[in-house]
């Protein structure tokens, strides 16, 4: 039963808009999250992260916002570049110590429009 | 500094057939791991280790065997290939003190006939 899921496949954005990017999760253990990015023949690339004792974390383009309540974490890109344009995975863990088990959700395709 | 590698990076084998997937990192980092991705699965985690000579298993680790026997080595072995065997295999790691910023890498793609 997947734990993490991402229920939009692809999301399609003007350059220089906002894009918005879900992810909802079913474990209430989870108290680490993290998105990731993915080229196409590429392995996926650390993006940001947020503890669940935050709600926010930006890092300079990028912002992740975690509602615990809802379950719910969302990526905000602003503004959206051609070369965001890839697959994003949210990602969760019950233990922010390391060398624990990552769940990933199935990935949303991104594409900024020129 | 190559990071983290995969060898091979393409493979086909035949039901039954055995193989062994080598991930290295030159990174010094402590924890690997193995996931597997499939269409509209996103990445489930096979097995992963916290330090050499330690293994433990993940979400999907029916099939597979792995070994740490050098810090900088993980290998993910299938005894005898199925078809639901077909995916792509990425390894990762990461350092202990940036536990959740996982190095991932090219990914080997796996086809079971």
């Known amino acids: 039963d997947q734990q993490v899921k991402q229920n939009s496949p692809s999301l399609s954005v003007q350059e220089g808009r906002i894009s918005i990017l879900n992810c909802d999760y079913t474990n209430s253990m989870f108290d680490y999250f993290l998105w990731y990015k993915k080229y196409p023949a590429e392995g996926p690339t650390f993006l940001i992260s947020i503890s669940s004792i935050k709600d926010k974390n930006e890092d300079g383009r990028f912002t992740v916002f975690l509602n615990k309540s809802a379950k719910h974490l969302s990526l905000h890109i602003v503004p959206s570049q051609p070369g965001d344009s890839a697959v994003y995975f949210c990602?969760?863990?019950?233990?922010?110590?390391?060398?624990?088990?990552?769940?990933f959700g199935t990935g949303t395709s991104l594409t900024v429009i020129p | 500094n190559a990071g983290v590698t995969q060898t091979p990076k393409f493979r086909v084998l035949k039901t039954g057939q055995s193989m062994t997937l080598l991930c290295a990192q030159d990174m010094n980092h402590e924890y690997m791991y193995w996931y597997r991705q499939d269409p509209g699965m996103g990445l489930r985690l096979i097995h992963y280790?916290?330090?050499?000579?330690?293994?433990a298993k993940g979400e999907v680790p029916d099939g597979y065997n792995v070994s740490r026997l050098k810090k900088q080595n993980f290998l993910l072995g299938l005894e005898s290939a199925a078809p639901s065997q077909t995916s792509v295999y990425f390894c990762?790691?990461?350092?202990?003190?940036?536990?959740?910023?996982?190095?991932f890498g090219p990914g080997t793609r796996l086809t079971v006939t």
């Open positions: 990602a969760a863990s019950e233990a922010e110590y390391g060398g624990n088990q990552f769940y």
């Open positions: 990762a790691s990461t350092p202990v003190g940036q536990w959740y910023e996982q190095y």
């Open positions: 280790s916290v330090g050499e000579g330690t293994t």
